[in-house]
């Protein structure tokens, strides 16, 4: 087994829905069932990846196709098609959690925006950091009052979340997380040093169901003017929004390509999202440049 957390920064709006629901919002985004936390399910981003494993392995996927090689390569990491399955049917070698939230983007009258992110969010990201392969960070943080945020540099008596007013605390576990978020997300020290900010579990809770964007649509006739009922709300993450997965990779189980867990992992790193352009479409409206999230992978193995 070859394991691997790939992080995910979005660059725009992301809008992977959960279909229609009975509510204010017409078009919700997917949610956690037991934390209402924002997240992309598991089967939404490996459909994401196979397309763009599609688009850059090979352009023909059929059994009749000439390039057998990519095809059967394509197949091995993310599985055969539907169609046909049964004449090999097997499992694809790359598996793909759900993408879980880790900083949440949260408009503040101190500077540009916070970073926001929970205990427990942290403590997960630990443990999913140990499941593959890297150094349990055991990173605890100290408990704290819902009207305290916890900061790296305390350099103003109030903190503003929305409308919330929260007293900030300077904790040098701050510089700790700091460290590990920088080297795993790439986003440079200094700009989490001054915009991330730890708050409670429950405080959390709330921002993530409520602080979320929701905009209004309308849909026009053929003389430019709005069809009546045409009006719906649509939710989505905003840019800056940071998520990961963990990112398993086994051994070929594909009877025609023999590959190891670490060639197939590599065909993820340097053939689906090499180096040289490692961003990723996830969910509904491409067309109107939704959806994009920049990546990179943190791994064991690395130098």
């Not at 992309?40 to 996927?61: C, D, E, N, P, W």
């Not at 009749?64 to 169609?83: C, I, M, Q, R």
């Not at 670490?262 to 180096?275: G, I």
Request: hydrophobic share 40%; net charge negative.
């Amino acid at each position: 087994m070859n394991n691997m957390i790939m992080s995910m920064v979005a660059q725009t709006s992301i809008h992977a829905g959960s279909g229609q629901a009975l509510s204010v919002i017409d078009l919700p985004i997917q949610r956690e069932g037991h934390t209402q936390h924002p997240v992309i399910f598991g089967s939404s981003l490996k459909g994401a990846l196979r397309y763009r494993a599609s688009q850059v392995m090979a352009t023909s996927h059929d059994e009749e196709s000439e390039d057998k090689v990519d095809k059967n390569l394509f197949f091995a990491a993310f599985g055969p098609d539907t169609e046909g399955a049964q004449d090999n049917a097997h499992a694809g070698a790359i598996m793909v959690s759900d993408a879980r939230l880790l900083l949440l983007p949260i408009r503040s009258l101190n500077g540009y925006f916070k970073w926001v992110t929970c205990p427990a969010l942290l403590r997960r990201y630990d443990n999913d950091r140990d499941r593959a392969g890297l150094d349990k960070l055991s990173l605890e943080i100290e408990s704290f009052k819902d009207d305290e945020v916890l900061v790296a540099l305390a350099n103003e008596s109030t903190l503003f979340l929305e409308e919330f007013a929260l007293t900030p605390k300077a904790a040098e576990i701050m510089d700790k997380w700091i460290e590990v978020l920088a080297q795993d997300t790439q986003l440079p020290e200094q700009v989490l040093t001054e915009q991330l900010v730890v708050v409670t579990d429950d405080m959390f809770s709330f921002l993530a169901q409520n602080a979320t964007q929701v905009n209004a649509h309308i849909a026009l006739d053929e003389n430019k003017t709005v069809k009546k009922g045409a009006l719906w709300y649509e939710e989505t993450l905003p840019p800056e929004t940071v998520m990961y997965s963990l990112i398993m990779c086994t051994n070929s189980r594909r009877s025609d390509t023999t590959m190891s867990s670490a060639e197939m992992a590599q065909v993820l790193t340097e053939q689906v999202l090499p180096e040289s352009n490692r961003y990723l479409q996830v969910g509904g409206n491409e067309t109107v440049g939704m959806g994009w999230f920049q990546v990179s992978f943190i791994s064991s193995n690395q130098d």
